[in-house]
């Protein structure tokens, strides 16, 4: 869920141990993961601000966005932003990530001394640097003790597309075994990229939340596909995979609503909720694990090669004792010529062969010199 995913960021990471990450996937059917971004940001800033959170700074990559988005979207939802430069620092990688537009200037990041919130990063391709200069805008907003900050990626298929998969995924692990950073949190765009890029983001995360298009539990009807359609405009599928400290894996599933005010959260509905539960449930094979009503008809008129078929008769099943009219029809066997009776029970024992010995107690291996 959105609230137990801030929660789980703002909490932070335990000493010694790595600090939580959380991977943001959208793609073209249901394009809202930057909607996502932008209100854990929002909660986070927020719980920051209130001194409510592990993490007392926030560095921002820009990659997708410009940093005066960033600061009219804290101000929209009321964040201070007047005391911004004492908690927050934003990384433009988005204004000129190449160096193109500036190639007179020697220093691939400037900071301009009037924007104290602000600086310009211009080798995005030089991922190791990155992370040099992300640890030490955090130091210079929390200091270097044991103060913790925070790092949100606005977009890791930015760096994807400028870096190899290897890099970026050195670049997240080892934010993650930062002594000093609390969470990580970025955006992904998974259908650019190879499934080995993305199982790759997604190996280094501690939560994946996947951003997926709204559908209704159809009956097969074409009448809801339009309905369907309408509905992923505005409406779709939050699912959370968290890995737990103890190896377990939780999977949870929200809805969420795009509205001009923001976006909102709440639990799936009922009926949509259980076709989850069952979808998740059923393991994806290349077979069907249920029957239809013909299947079902069809395996009760199957004959099994032992079962008893009547031929007219009432059906007897053996149970392991005879029965009294099978003892009346059965001959007697002949022992010392006398014909015992027949409701009385006896053993009657045929010996193999005449050098069969006895049963007797003594010792099999009294012979032997042990």
């Not at 939780?250 to 979808?279: H, K, L, M, Q």
């Amino acid at each position: 869920m959105a609230e137990s995913v801030c929660r789980s960021l703002r909490d932070g990471a335990l000493e010694g141990e790595l600090a939580p990450t959380l991977t943001i996937k959208d793609s073209l059917a249901s394009p809202f993961g930057f909607n996502v971004f932008s209100h854990i940001l929002v909660q986070l800033s927020s719980q920051i601000v209130a001194g409510k959170s592990q993490s007392q700074g926030m560095v921002i990559v820009a990659l997708s966005r410009s940093p005066s988005s960033y600061i009219d979207l804290l101000k929209m939802n009321g964040v201070d932003v007047e005391s911004s430069k004492k908690w927050i620092h934003i990384l433009d990688c988005y204004t000129d990530p190449l160096g193109w537009k500036d190639k007179t200037r020697k220093s691939g990041d400037i900071t301009d001394p009037s924007n104290q919130i602000l600086s310009s990063y211009k080798t995005v391709k030089d991922v190791n640097r990155l992370f040099s200069v992300i640890c030490d805008l955090g130091r210079g907003l929390v200091g270097g003790s044991k103060s913790r900050f925070c790092v949100a990626i606005d977009s890791l298929s930015e760096l994807l597309r400028h870096s190899s998969v290897q890099s970026v995924a050195s670049l997240l692990s080892n934010l993650r075994s930062h002594e000093q950073i609390s969470c990580i949190f970025g955006l992904l765009h998974s259908d650019l990229h190879e499934e080995r890029a993305v199982a790759a983001v997604e190996y280094t995360s501690s939560m994946v939340a996947s951003v997926d298009p709204f559908h209704h539990s159809v009956d097969g009807q074409g009448s809801n596909l339009g309905n369907s359609s309408r509905q992923n405009l505005t409406k779709g599928k939050f699912n959370v995979r968290s890995k737990r400290r103890n190896g377990r894996v939780r999977v949870t599933c929200e809805e969420f609503r795009v509205e001009p005010s923001g976006i909102s959260f709440a639990p799936v509905s009922s009926v949509d909720g259980a076709a989850v539960a069952v979808a998740g449930l059923i393991p994806k094979v290349q077979f069907n694990l249920q029957l239809s009503e013909k299947e079902r008809v069809d395996r009760s008129r199957v004959v099994l090669p032992f079962e008893h078929q009547g031929t007219g008769k009432p059906i007897q099943i053996y149970d392991g004792r005879r029965s009294l009219e099978d003892s009346n029809n059965e001959a007697t066997p002949i022992s010392g010529g006398k014909k015992e009776d027949s409701g009385r029970g006896e053993i009657i024992y045929y010996r193999d062969s005449d050098d069969e010995m006895p049963d007797s107690d003594e010792d099999p291996d009294d012979d032997l010199d042990i």
